[in-house]
């Protein structure tokens, strides 16, 4: 029963698989004809499309570089219909497929002949077409990098060739072979022919890298003007896609950073080239700013050239993305300096050559300030340092930032000649004293004095005839011969001290003279002038002629000696306004003072005119000796030109004994008194001091209960009120 219920169902399965699996088996190779017949079609589709390309291709290369990106275009087409599917074997298409590989290396090398032909003739047009091709092949990225890659190697190339040791010193090799491992270094006679040959390579390598970058700047500014017809991309998008940098940047940067390696391991391999690098910097540096200066100058040109040539809708379409996209020696970026990636490369050169440059600077200072030396270099000594500071800062003026690092090197110069110059001053008594002749201290100092004038106009001369000087530099010499200026008055302040202070202590023997006579019937005074006053003349011209006639910065005296004229008027008039008591003659004799003070003070300045306030003064006091109090206090000349403590100071001389002076009522003497007013110049403490003996006056005159003040009180108290009024 069982067998019987399983071989029914055995026979049921059969006749299943009978109905499902030959309908299945059918279906299978239905769709494996199917897909072959799909496939044939495909195939035959895509060989009829290679005859008809072919056949076009055929005519378009006939056509020359006329037709060359339509032949491209051909060929891309070409090249996706061979994608995925293996097309050898077919007899039909076998001469068609070698025809299309020939044609595809001829077009490209085609290409490649127009785009070296255009980069060199700065055609844009031809540059233009051959990227189409490129483009058209779907090679732009890669053909781009290669060009690229090219210029870069033959760079390299050249940069070594032109720091080949053993071709700069060929000449001298030819003559006298060297034995084997002898290093290549040029022949004692031969070093100048080294030079020469190394300059002029350097100058050719200048013009090198010039005419690559130059090639790479067209190529990079025609793929950011041209753009595919078809898809309208600019080319130069394909290029900097995927956030890369653009190809001048790129070629630039691979520049510099071969510059910069192949020139340290050259001169660290050659002393000769290290020599001739660190000894010759300026020239080097001229080389690479007169390359940078073309670099420039060609790109502006290429700019204006394609704004020329381009299109005004094309223009606006790019303009945003040129922005974007301007080369690199036009604008600076940020993060990137291409002047400063250039001369990387010079920096250990700029560092040895600005050392070699201290050095020459600080040897003939050394040279002529020996160890125990006690005299200032001679004039034919000083000469020498100038002519070295002229010559170095000549040499550098070929480069700003150069001039600015050697301009520091000569400021550090001039203060090393001026701490040997301070080192050689005397500091001892004998070279303030003003009693005898020039001591030799005294000599010394004038000498040294005299020296550093020289250094000083002849440097700002120097630096005055300098074409084009940057002013940093140009600050940089100042303000160290500035210091060379202060160092001069420092030197004669000792002596400038003296004779004022000899000055101050002759006029203030006026007092010891009689100023209380009365007018003689002549009505003119017995002597031209007092004691004191002829004792000052003889003084300051002694002074003049046996000390400041020996300096020869005439100017710089001056300016010291007016200052010392002006404190001599200052202290004339001071000392006269104290006078007490003063007579009609005293005041005759003491105007003829006022006239004979001009006079003496004459040989400290150019003109006695020129002392300013000072003059004023000297001239506006003598005719107020004669006036009577009340013109004295309604003097124009009040407070504007002498001031009001002096004028009142005067006025207590008019005074009866009672009414003490400032210095009398707090029992000082004349000189304490002048001291105290140079230690109070505020007039307001003046006033005070005097307004101090006017109040102790009114308490004396309310103690012995006089009846009245000094006619002349009500006019001083009158001047202090108006003095006082002025001041708030």
């Known amino acids: 029963m069982m067998q019987t219920r399983i071989g029914a169902l055995q026979s049921t399965v059969d006749r299943i698989r009978v109905k499902i699996v030959d309908p299945y088996n059918k279906i299978v190779s239905r769709t494996a004809q199917l897909a072959k017949l799909q496939a044939a079609c495909d195939l035959l589709r895509r060989i009829i499309r290679i005859l008809y390309l072919s056949k076009r291709l055929q005519g378009q290369l006939q056509g020359g570089s006329r037709e060359i990106t339509k032949a491209a275009q051909s060929l891309n087409e070409l090249d996706y219909l061979s994608q995925g599917i293996d097309l050898s074997g077919i007899e039909v298409i076998e001469n068609e497929l070698l025809f ?37 092949l779907g090679t732009l990225k890669d ?14 190339e050249n940069i070594k060739n032109a720091l080949d040791i053993k071709v700069l010193t060929q000449p001298s090799q030819s003559i006298a072979r060297g034995g084997p491992g002898r290093a290549a270094m040029p022949t004692p006679g031969n070093t100048a022919a080294f030079r020469a040959a190394l300059w002029t390579n350097m100058e050719k390598l200048m013009d090198q890298i010039c005419a690559a970058c ?55 391999s050659s002393m000769f080239l290290k020599q001739a690098f660190e000894g010759e910097y300026p020239k080097l540096l001229r080389l690479y700013n007169d390359l940078w200066k073309r670099l420039q100058q060609y790109s502006q040109n290429v700019q204006r050239n394609f704004n020329i040539s381009g299109t005004t809708d094309l223009f606006a379409e790019l303009q945003q993305m040129e922005e974007d996209t301007q080369d690199i020696f036009m604008q600076k970026n940020q993060d990137y300096d291409p002047e400063k990636a250039l001369k990387d490369s010079l920096q250990q050169y700029e560092a040895a050559y600005l050392s070699k440059s201290l050095s020459r600077l600080f040897d003939p200072i050394n040279l002529v300030f020996p160890p125990g030396g006690r005299n200032p270099p001679s004039s034919d000594e000083l000469d020498s340092i100038i002519k070295t500071i002229a010559s170095e800062l000549n040499v550098a003026a070929v480069d700003p930032d150069l001039s600015l690092a050697v301009a520091k090197n000569v400021a550090k110069t001039i203060q090393l000649y001026g701490v040997k110059s301070e080192q050689l001053l005397s ?13 030799e201290g005294q000599r010394r100092n004038v000498a040294v004095v005299n020296s550093l004038y020289k250094l000083h106009q002849s440097v700002l001369k120097v630096i005055t005839n300098q074409s084009s000087f940057p002013a940093t530099a140009e600050q940089t010499v100042t303000t160290a011969l500035k210091a060379v200026h202060d160092l ?40 031209p002038c007092s004691l004191y006053m002829k004792e000052l003349q003889g003084f300051i011209a002694r002074v003049m002629s046996d000390y400041f006639r020996h300096f020869e910065c005439f100017d710089f005296v001056f300016d010291n000696t007016e200052a010392m ?3 001599a008027i200052e202290l004339f008039i001071r000392n006269a306004s104290l ?7 005293g005041k005759m004799r003491l105007a003829a003072d006022f006239a004979q003070m001009e006079l003496a003070v004459a ?56 009414l003490k002076s400032p210095f009398q009522r707090a029992e000082w003497s004349i000189a304490r008194y002048s001291q105290w007013l140079d230690d109070h110049p505020s007039e307001k403490d003046r006033l005070a001091l005097i307004r101090g003996a006017l109040e102790a006056y009114v308490q004396s005159v309310r103690m012995r209960e006089g009846k009245e003040f000094a006619p002349v009180y009500p006019i001083m108290v009158q001047l202090l009120q108006k003095a006082t009024s002025t001041l708030q």
């Open 488 to 527: 001069m008055g420092s030197a004669v302040q000792p002596l400038l001290n003296s004779v004022g202070d000899s000055v101050e202590a002759i006029i203030i023997t006026m007092h010891q003279e009689d100023f209380s006579g009365s007018l003689s019937s002549s009505g003119k005074p017995d002597v």
């Open 579 to 585: 006078i007490r008591p003063l007579g009609e003659g």
């Open 565 to 567: 004229a002006q404190r």
């Open 100 to 136: 299309i590989a020939r044609a595809r290396l001829e077009v490209e090398n085609q290409a490649k002949r127009l785009l070296e032909q255009g980069v060199e003739t700065q055609n844009p047009t031809q540059v233009g077409t051959a990227l189409q091709v490129f483009h058209n």
């Open 214 to 268: 130059g090639q790479v700047q067209h190529l990079q500014k025609v793929l950011t003007k041209k753009r595919d017809p078809v898809s309208h991309v600019c080319f130069i998008e394909e290029i900097v896609k995927d956030r890369q940098s653009d190809i001048l940047y790129k070629f630039w940067t691979a520049v510099t950073q071969t510059l910069s390696s192949h020139f340290q391991s050259a001169t660290d």
């Open 603 to 658: 040989p400290l300045c150019r003109r006695v005119s020129d002392l300013g306030k000072s003059y004023r003064q000297l001239r506006s006091f003598r005719p107020l000796l004669f006036q009577t109090s009340e013109h004295i206090a309604s003097s124009p000349a009040l407070g504007e030109v002498i001031p009001f403590s002096i004028i009142l100071q005067f006025l207590f001389t008019r005074a009866p004994p009672e």
């Open 427 to 439: 500091t001892q008594g004998d070279a303030s004293q003003v009693i005898g002749p020039l001591t």
């Open 143 to 156: 053909t781009i990098a290669n060009v690229v890659d090219g210029y870069c190697t033959i760079l390299e």
